[in-house]
């Protein structure tokens, strides 16, 4: 083929808009080095011989905006001593899909960097019979290429250089990205440059590692030489092992997916890399010695977790074979491959239609690598050994350990991290199933005469809704709530080092913080189940002055400058700052409700405190804002020491209680005093630490009685 200088090289048969249409842009930002990189490559591989002696250099051009004070994208060079353009290498440039290049090319490589670029000038010295020639041609996409002249090459001039040229090999501008959005990524580091074409061509490298060029990477910033690195022979990391596995071919038959007798044999080259340059651990397919990079095509690594290392060393799988050559589509480094879905999707009624399905890869290449990877082997080994431990010892439902990654470096508290979050996200997609059952009894009619049989069939029909290991949970928080029940019994035996450490007694704190911790505003993360199960689902505090309570971050009482003189006078009466008292629990269960809780020593006598709750009750009821409205008060009085007689000798309106050792009194007046505001009620408990802890207990007993039976289902 004869071409004139000057000219667009216009082929017959090729319509070049068309083309462009079809052949998408890469999602890959570096795509235009990444091929104009391999292309660089392979004109040296072409030369064969000695390759140490030939170059390829990578040349990055930032340049200043001084509009905005900082670096901005100006253009990107590739210069390589390859062969160089020649008639037959030039002609094989312009025929759309031409292969004979050789490397399993497609001849579509080139459109990429258009589709990234306005321009790629190409400036080339190659030799043939007459000697060294020079050709110079641009590539472009622009509507004077591709739509005026369907072509995408100009061909400006074609030359024979003096005898002193010696060296064949091209350069390869790159200038003005076309989107603004690709800048960006395209003012990188180079390091970042140099590491990603390493990885991407790491195949290749590790391949001809004896025998690379000399490989380049220099930043240039407005014009300046700032900073050069190289590839050397340490950058390229040694293939550990290679091992092969096939997997067979799949068909559709009677719309199921078969397996078929034939098989594609596909081999896995092993690296250990630092876990400092390689991020995370993979198993990456790969298309005529590059690593192909595609969302679709993860293969992802099922027996070490992503973040895994082993001495410092992370793995890196790297899949070959022809097969996988042979499924690469026009866009480099786009394979052909289906999933099961797609497969079964678009093959229809195509008898005897054979593919690789990419999740019969997935398994087979990871199946192969833990059989043939002995160092894995043996801390997957060990890995297994400590969940076992944990399973048995914490009842780990193997149901969840299979839906979490445990990585290999993974310490026992992030393992059961792991499966607790897991079952947590089970339990909130039961809750549906659960609820349904749930609305079932509201169809049920007590008066019925199968009334019985009903409910138990609802009851039998929740319960199997909730799966064994949701029980298990269910028992180990139960199983919490006894550890907690006798941490409070050696409180109150005296048992705890701290105890008796000749420093003065905190029995009064270590109960008040193992119920509700002191300045907490979170009763669902207290225990004070142990008084009352509802009591965890309310707002409240403990040990906050009275002035700072809130309610949803309202504060409830009345701030100071909205007191009248005689509300103020009796707020700071007696030389008392109350507002600033302090009860131990404060509860708000609802509109107007107020529970308050106080704690004794258990050396105190109780009966010493009864005013304290209704001086409390009355401040609430008197100071509070006018909507909270507080006039309904339940209060608590806890400690050891209660004697029945001394009680009811200061107020005998309190009655013993007919089960369990503790008193009462239903109803008291609470003094409504200031802004017209009417009498509260308040009803009162006083009762014993021992015996707080057998209400629970009991409770407590009655639950793990009903969790350990056998479900019959």
């Excluded at 043939?128 to 290429?145: E, L, V």
């Excluded at 064994?468 to 409180?491: C, H, P, S, W």
Aim: with cysteine; charged share 35%; glycine share 4%.
């Amino acid at each position: 083929m004869k071409f004139e200088d000057g000219t667009y090289t216009d082929l017959p048969g090729v319509y070049y808009p068309r083309i462009l249409a079809d052949i998408k842009k890469s999602s890959e930002r570096l795509q235009p080095i990444y091929e104009a990189f391999t292309n660089s490559l392979e004109s040296i591989y072409q030369k064969g011989g000695n390759r140490k002696k030939d170059l390829i250099t990578v040349k990055h051009y930032l340049k200043n905006n001084l509009l905005v004070e900082q670096l901005e994208f100006d253009k990107i060079e590739i210069i390589d001593t390859g062969v160089g353009f020649d008639d037959k290498e030039f002609e094989r440039f312009n025929l759309f899909k031409d292969s004979r290049k050789g490397f399993k090319n497609k001849g579509t490589g080139r459109i990429q960097l258009i589709h990234f670029f306005e321009t790629g000038n190409y400036s080339s010295i190659f030799k043939d019979d007459d000697g060294f020639k020079k050709r110079k041609f641009t590539i472009s996409k622009s509507r004077h290429y591709s739509q005026k002249n369907n072509t995408i090459t100009y061909l400006e001039s074609t030359h024979k250089l003096n005898g002193k040229v010696k060296t064949t090999g091209t350069s390869l501008l790159l200038s003005n990205l076309l989107e603004d959005e690709d800048k960006k990524h395209y003012n990188f580091d180079l390091d970042y440059l140099k590491r990603n074409v390493i990885f991407h061509c790491l195949m290749n490298f590790c391949l001809n590692r004896d025998n690379l060029p000399k490989i380049a990477f220099e930043r240039y910033i407005d014009g300046d030489l700032v900073q050069s690195l190289e590839i050397t022979r340490d950058d390229i990391p040694i293939n550990e092992q290679t091992f092969n596995f096939k997997v067979n071919y799949s068909l559709l038959s009677e719309n199921k997916i078969k397996k078929a007798d034939d098989s594609e044999t596909f081999k896995v080259t092993s690296f250990k890399i630092s876990k400092d340059s390689l991020h995370k651990n993979g198993v990456k397919l790969t298309s005529k010695n590059e690593i192909v990079e595609s969302n679709n095509l993860d293969i992802g690594l099922t027996s070490i977790s992503d973040k895994d290392s082993i001495d410092g060393k992370r793995f890196l799988f790297l899949v070959s074979a022809d097969y996988l050559d042979s499924r690469d589509s026009d866009v480099r480094g786009k394979l052909k491959i289906p999933s099961r879905k797609d497969f079964k999707k678009y093959v229809g009624s195509i008898i005897n239609h054979k593919e690789i399905i990419i999740e019969d890869i997935r398994k087979e290449v990871n199946h192969s690598i833990l059989s043939n990877c002995k160092e894995i082997q043996e801390k997957v080994k060990d890995r297994d050994d400590r969940i076992e431990e944990l399973k048995s010892m914490f009842l780990l439902s193997d149901d969840f350990l299979q839906r979490i990654s445990v990585s290999l470096n993974d310490s026992e508290h992030s393992i059961l991290e792991k499966v607790y979050i897991e079952e947590s996200k089970q339990v909130a997609k039961l809750d549906t199933k659960i609820k349904y059952q749930f609305g079932q009894l509201n169809d049920l009619d007590p008066s019925s005469k199968n009334y019985e049989k009903e409910f138990n069939e609802v009851v039998n029909e929740l319960v199997k809704e909730i799966p064994l290991q949701n029980r298990k949970e269910l028992t180990r928080y139960v199983a919490r709530r006894k550890i907690v029940l006798e941490l409070f019994n050696m409180i109150l035996n005296r048992k705890l080092k701290v105890q008796n450490n000749g420093i003065r007694k905190k029995d009064e704190a270590l109960i008040h913080n193992l119920i509700f911790k002191q300045q907490s505003d979170k009763p669902d993360a207290s225990d004070l189940w142990l008084l009352d199960e509802d009591f965890i689902l309310f707002d409240g505090s403990s040990e906050r002055r009275l002035m700072d309570l809130e309610i949803k971050g309202i504060k409830i009482f009345k701030e100071k400058k909205e007191l009248s003189e005689e509300e103020l006078s009796h707020v700071d009466s007696l030389n008392e700052k109350r507002y600033r008292k302090r009860p131990d629990i404060l509860l708000f269960p609802d509109e107007g409700k107020c529970i308050i809780i106080e704690f004794k020593a258990p050396d105190v006598d109780v009966s010493d405190y009864i005013i304290q709750i209704q001086n409390y009750s009355t401040l609430i009821r008197n100071f509070s804002k006018d909507e909270f409205e507080f006039d309904t008060f339940y209060g608590y009085l806890i400690g050891e020491k209660i004697s029945a007689f001394n009680v009811r000798s200061k107020d005998p309106d309190f009655k013993q209680g007919h089960k369990f050792d503790y008193l009462f009194r239903p109803l008291k007046n609470v003094a409504g005093s200031f802004s017209k505001r009417r009498d509260g009620a308040l009803y009162m408990e006083i009762m014993k630490y021992s015996t707080l802890y057998e209400r629970a207990k009991n409770r407590n007993d009655i639950f793990i009685k009903k969790l350990t039976q056998k479900f019959n289902n």
